[in-house]
């Protein structure tokens, strides 16, 4: 259904710190599990009489966390994904096939590893801490245990990237039982050990290329850098509906446009006066959960919040469409943008069925994007 939300849960633990890792994740809080636990428990309290179309628990490494930490999670939440259509959760490449096995029994459908490469030189350069060895047992193990939909992550435009150990690192990945390849090509973010100019990524256009087209010639695109079977959770995140973001760094979107909120679901989000324990509000907002895991712990419920413009809105749609099979509709267009989707479309860019405008190649999103609300 459309209206049905979905839910993310974020882990920030960590065994360790790859050095081109951006996301909220920390290895030396260990310590605090358990009060991340009781935070996550009160922050989603306030959720409690939602159902969710997909729940994707994510990180960090979720893979970090015992048994026991996802008996009183799913135990939290299982009657409001009783009827959720994927579960998916990520895992490091050297996680035991007992904890695999057990995780299977909370009704998770789908497992995404974060292997990044099967050169061990390559592994090295990016700090993961599995062996190529590992993370080939790891997904063997995975299927073992009863997973039919997994994914594993590989990364490209890197310094030590050539096309032998890029075609190497497909073969394996080509002969594993995995329905699902995310292919992220290397970007240096703030708040990493190669910020700055550290370690450029590769520039080579035509080696890039190269890699996506083989992995095409396996998988089918269905996004910028997803192929395989697809996740129902990511493309409900481009198709614009509304997600819960639960957990340190973890952020939600709820269009509130032309519906009426309880008093205890919204003042969470807004400072926006209410009366008679109801406001209605025409923008949909844009919430996000505190990052440090300690003041997270001390208040899960405090949020800095930003209300999205229609063009907010709009742009977004366009992009998001325009990078995947998803599309967007032609009738978000003003008469201006509706006439430069027409000379895309000319130009054989675009292409248009049933309303619905689509990008012959997802790379080009950014571009096509600017140029359409320019």
Not at 6 to 35: Q, R, V
Request: proline share 2%.
């Amino acid at each position: 259904m459309k209206n049905e939300k979905l839910l993310y849960i974020h882990i920030p633990f960590c065994d360790s710190k790859c050095n081109y890792c951006a996301f909220n994740s920390y290895t030396n809080i260990n310590h605090l599990k358990k009060e991340y636990f009781n935070a996550l428990k009160k922050e989603f309290s306030q959720y409690n009489d939602l159902n969710f179309y997909t729940l994707f628990i994510g990180g960090g490494t979720p893979s970090t966390m015992n048994i026991e930490f996802y008996e009183k999670l799913f135990k939290l939440i299982e009657k409001n994904i009783k009827n959720a259509k994927e579960i998916t959760i990520e895992c490091n490449p050297n996680t035991s096939y007992e904890w695999l096995k057990e995780i299977r029994n909370f009704g998770i459908n789908r497992i995404s590893f974060g292997v990044q490469s099967f050169n061990e030189n390559k592994l090295k350069f990016l700090n993961r801490n599995h062996s190529s060895f590992q993370a080939i047992k790891s997904i063997e193990n995975a299927k073992k245990a009863g997973f039919d939909n997994i994914n594993l992550d590989l990364i490209y435009s890197t310094k030590v990237d050539t096309k032998e150990l890029l075609e190497n690192d497909l073969k394996i990945a080509f002969s594993l039982p995995v329905t699902h390849i995310s292919a992220y090509s290397l970007t240096i973010e703030e708040n990493t050990k190669w910020e700055g100019d550290f370690e450029k990524r590769k520039e080579n256009e035509e080696l890039e290329i190269y890699f996506i087209n083989k992995i095409k010639e396996k998988f089918d695109q269905y996004e910028i850098s997803n192929f395989g079977k697809k996740c129902l959770h990511n493309i409900g995140y481009w198709e614009g509906r509304e997600y819960i973001g639960i957990g340190s760094g973890a952020v939600g979107f709820l269009q509130m446009d032309n519906k009426k909120w309880k008093k205890n679901q919204l003042h969470h989000y807004t400072n926006i006066p209410l009366t008679n324990n109801q406001y209605t509000t025409p923008q949909p907002i844009r919430y996000y959960t505190q990052n440090n895991v300690y003041e997270y712990i001390k208040n899960p419920c405090k949020y800095k919040y930003e209300i999205l413009s229609n063009e907010d809105l709009k742009k977004e749609k366009i992009f998001l469409g325009l990078r995947s099979i998803v599309g967007f509709n032609e009738d978000i267009l003003n008469i201006n943008e509706k006439e430069k989707v027409e000379i895309l479309i000319n130009e054989k860019k675009l292409y248009k069925k049933n309303k619905r405008i689509y990008s012959k190649d997802f790379l080009l999103a950014d571009a096509i994007t600017s140029y359409i609300i320019s």
